[in-house]
């Protein structure tokens, strides 16, 4: 069966199992922030973490996650190890990719109105169409957590963590929203092999923004993309 990535929509029957994803190699951007923490979760859930700082290293792998910290210097540090070609090359493909908080940022085509301190529009992939708020939610002391509903698993509430975090604040009409904040503003989202998140579940005990993102690429083995 011939399926876009756009129109994946995923059954419990796709559910990862921790054996399926057993060895998958998958990347997490090292160039700063917190990418220890998202190999960590990956490795609990079975899946091989690769630490990425240079072109060559995204060679063979299932998916990437480009993890929180800080966006400027996340740009700056693809830029100068000659990241930001190879990586959007890597989306192109339609591999599996997901933003944390600044990786949010970095792979967002537009950085709009800017809060707190948000004042310069950092260097990015740019190839995810939202337009998200830097520091949206004010400065560090600001930080805060708040449980979402996920809208693939409602059963139980996320307990999210938003340290300095952005907020999207407007998307295209192939973005799906998946949580979002209480007074409505939009927080995790997917569009075709895309998957982006405000806040960083890698912080927390709960994996299942990491499973949805290993049942991304499970599904993802299955769709041609020719
Ligand atoms: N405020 C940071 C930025 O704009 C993101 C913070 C984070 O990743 N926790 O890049």
Redesign the pocket.
Known sequence: MKVSPQNLIWQPSHATSESEVQGTKIGVLALQ?DFLEHANMLRRLGATPIEIRLPNDLVGLAGLIIP?????TIGKLALKFGLVEPLQQFVASQKIVWG???GM?FLAKEVGATGSG?HVV?LRLGMMDIVVN??AFGRQIDSFEADLQLTFDRDVPFRAIF????SIESCGPEVEILAELANGTPVAARQGNLLVSAF?PELTNDVRLHRYFLRMIQANKEVDHE
């Open positions: 922030g929180g910290g800080e966006s400027t944390t908080c600044a940022i948000g950092p830097r520091n340290i300095r975090a952005p960083h």
